[in-house]
Nanobody, 125 residues
Framework: QVHVVESGGGLVQTGASLRLSCAAS????????FGWFRRVPGKERDFVAS??????TSYADSVKGRFTISRDGAKYTYLEMESLKPEDTATYYC????????????????????WGQGTQVTVSS
């Protein structure tokens, strides 16, 4: 079992930057991928970014060039968010996979087996 905890959310103004952190504990694996998703009330959870065990990254079109995902070994991942917009307001969830991801990186909810509880990011206009 893997326990995932996000941190770093908050209230910021348009154009500001924010860094989300995610810590995984328990039966973690260095070959797992990490991902970030976000959800606004009434909508589905959307993919934001992911990173494979080898550092391959993938981003949603809406955040390309503004968000950067990184990882530190098997237990930590970060999401650097710049030039934030009001439409980035959401609850952000960190997730990690049960399976190994080396040659590519996942981007679908079903590919992730462990999820955090989420951290709220609010961008005011």
């Amino acid at each position: 079992q893997v326990h995932v905890v996000e941190s770093g959310g908050g209230l910021v103004q348009t154009g500001a930057s924010l860094r989300l952190s995610c810590a995984a504990s328990g039966d973690t694996s260095s070959s797992s991928a990490f991902g970030w998703f976000r959800r606004v009330p009434g909508k589905e959870r959307d993919f934001v970014a992911s990173i494979s065990s080898t550092g391959i990254t993938s981003y949603a079109d809406s955040v390309k060039g503004r968000f950067t995902i990184s990882r530190d070994g098997a237990k930590y991942t970060y999401l650097e968010m710049e030039s934030l917009k009001p439409e980035d307001t959401a609850t952000y969830y960190c997730a990690t996979t049960r399976d190994s991801w080396r040659r590519n990186t996942p981007s679908h909810i079903v590919q992730f087996g462990y999820w955090g509880q989420g951290t709220q990011v609010t961008v005011s206009s």
